[in-house]
Every structure is written in C-alpha cells, then in structure tokens.
C-alpha cells in the first residue's frame, strides 16, 4: 500500500525528575514523533536523538533535517511500503542511525496494523510479559540514591541500574550493596573513562554486579577488550554495538560478554533483529535498553523485548518513572512480580492521544507524495 502521508512532531516533555549522566542533567527531553499513512491506517515510530549530540553525533536537528530532505523523499520517490524495503533504500545514506530508525518504526507499525497482528507475532516474539528494571541517574548525594533505589524496589522492579562516572562509582557502589546486599545491580558509565582508568575500574568486580555497561567511549572495542580480559563481572556493550558488524567485531575482539539493543541506536529493528540472532547464534545474551522513550517509543521497545534471546531485566519501566503524563491512553504500567506487558493490540497496540502530543509540539511538518 503506498505512503500517502508522513508528518514529523517535535516534542517536549518534563521529566517527573531530573536524570543525570556522565553527561550532565536533563529536566526534560525532546524528540521526535513519526507518523506514517496509508488507507487510513497510522504507523508511530519515535526517534531517540536528543537536543545535544551527547550520547551519539546524532541531534532532534540533524534527525528532522535527515528525515525531511533524505529519508522522507526517499519513501516518496522509491515507493516504498514496507520497513524491510526502508532499511535496503536507506542504506545508501550514511549513519544518522536514529533518524532512519524512527521512519522505520513507524512502517513496522503501519504494516503490523495493516495485517492486524501485534508487532512482537510479527516479530517472532515468545515472551509476553517483559521483566522490568529501572536507570537510575546520578542524584546529589548517596543517601538520595538509596532512597531512590528504595522506592523502586518497593514498587516492584526487578533490578537497578546506577549511572556511574569518575567520582561517583566505587562508593555509590559500596553504598547500594550495604543496603541491599542481594539486589540485582548493574551500572553504566556513558563512556566516561579511558584506559588509564583500568586498575580503577577493576574494583568494581567487589560489588556482584550483573554487568558494567559502556565504561569506555563508542570507538573503542579494542580498550574494551583489554579490560574484559583483566575483569571476571561482564562487561555490556550499549554506544559501541551500531550494526551486526559492530556485534561480531566485539565478539571476536572479546570485548564484551553481553549487549544492549536500542533499536534507535542501531537504526531500525531489521538490524536489530540482526544483532540479536548473532549473539543468540554465538551465546550473547542481551536485554533492552532505553533513551527514556515516551510510551510510544516504549511500547516499541516491549515487542522488540519480546524476542528469545532477551536474557536480563530491561530498562523498560512504567509511564508514571518517566513523565507526568505519558503520550498514550492507558499507559504502561507494572506489573505484580516487575514485569510490563507487552501490548496485544494491532501494531504497537497502545493508543497516542492526539491531544496531549499537540500540547508537547513545538514544531510539526506534513510531507506528502
Ligand atoms: O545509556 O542506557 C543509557 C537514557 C538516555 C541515554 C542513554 C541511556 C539512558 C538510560 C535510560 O539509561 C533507560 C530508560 O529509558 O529507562
Ligand atoms: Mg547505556
């Protein structure tokens, strides 16, 4: 069925807190809706850049400019229908991976809901309740953090993630782990360290942790590889891990034992689904990661999870840890035992409310053929 229309929103959302990285501290997030149409039926993707090219070269500018003069014509001019078809088109354009994963989410969904399945049957998906973790940020103090971690734990969740950089690691650490002695823990650093900061980063195996996600910055697999060799916690991949060739060269370099899939990092979820079939071929368990998506976004993430060889607690959490008000009606909730389940609705199978992502546009632009 051709794509009569697509439109792109730009929106803002406050978080219900702030979230602070190596990167520094947000309030709030923008990002960008894709909408799809054809024969009366909407497909919704989400494009996870951010304001700032801080997690990825990627920006909402550089995502909307991509889109509008590259990858939407591309759709118009090529007659594509269907994301199988986006992804080999799109591959002709270099990188602006998040870009060209919102457009293609948004023709999942559109071609999900034309059959009148869910996404995850699309998929192959086998799990239908998805176990949830939270991300937690860097706070102003340790006893903040506890506190945090607590109240989550009270909830229900089934693990934690800390955000850790230089001066807030070792110790955050030691903290969680005297609170909680046997909580399923993980930590992330964004990137912030460098090689030198091996002997350092090697005190992290006291602490039972699941995994040390992304201690060294996105190009660097082989200083990745030299610290798994010298530490027994694993490390996961997340900023390193762009495409099934990234996935295998870390692999063989022995650079990580474990990956995070963010369908926008990776640009789409046919390479997605590209990286998990590897590591599942070749033992690599992996879990979902997040970019603090709206429940649009979110619920994409929840099919995506669906699939076999999501072995670990996502970072997928209910609506009320993120926003105020999410963008769809009901929203994503927890469930008993922390888990989130995954929608059975056509498509992505939650509803946006038309209303209430107006009310967070700051910029909206219709395209058509
Ligand atoms: O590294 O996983 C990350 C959010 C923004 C950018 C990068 C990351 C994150 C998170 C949030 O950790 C996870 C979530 O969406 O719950
Ligand atoms: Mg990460």
Known sequence: MTIERIDLALLKLPYVHFFETSFGREYDRTFIIVKVY???????????????????????????????????????????????????????????????????????????????????????????????????????????????????????????????????????????????????????????????????????????????????????????????????????????????????QAFEMGSCRIINIKVGRVGGMVEAKKIHDFCRANGIPVWCGGMLESGIGRAHNLHIASLPNFKFPNDLSASNRYYKQDLIDPEIVLEKGGFIKVPEGPGIGVNPVDDRIRKATIRHETFKK
Request: proline share 6%.
């Open 38 to 248: 054809a024969g009366g039926i909407c497909g919704y993707g989400e494009v996870v850049a951010s304001e700032a090219p801080l997690y990825s070269s990627e920006t909402t500018t550089t995502a909307w400019y991509v889109l509008k003069e590259f990858l939407i014509p591309l759709v118009f001019e090529k007659s594509v229908s269907g994301p199988e078809e986006f992804y080999k088109q799109a591959r002709r354009f270099r990188g602006h991976l998040m870009a060209k994963a919102g457009l293609e989410l948004a023709l999942w969904d559109l071609k999900a809901k034309q059959a009148g399945l869910p996404l995850w049957k699309i998929y192959g998906g086998v799990q239908n309740k998805i176990p949830a973790g939270v991300s937690c940020g860097i706070e102003d103090s340790l006893p903040e953090l506890i506190d945090r971690i607590g109240a989550y734990l009270e909830e229900g969740y089934q693990r934690i993630k800390i955000k850790i950089k230089p001066g807030w690691d070792v110790e955050a650490c030691r903290a969680v782990r005297e609170k909680f002695p046997d909580l399923p823990l993980q930590v992330d650093a964004n990137g912030a360290y460098i090689l030198a900061d091996k002997e350092h980063l090697k005190k992290l195996d006291a602490f039972g942790l699941l995994m040390v996600e992304q201690p060294f910055p996105p190009y660097d697999l082989w200083d990745h590889s030299r610290l798994q060799k010298e530490m027994t916690t694993p490390l996961c991949l997340d900023e390193s891990i762009l495409s099934e060739t990234t996935a295998r």
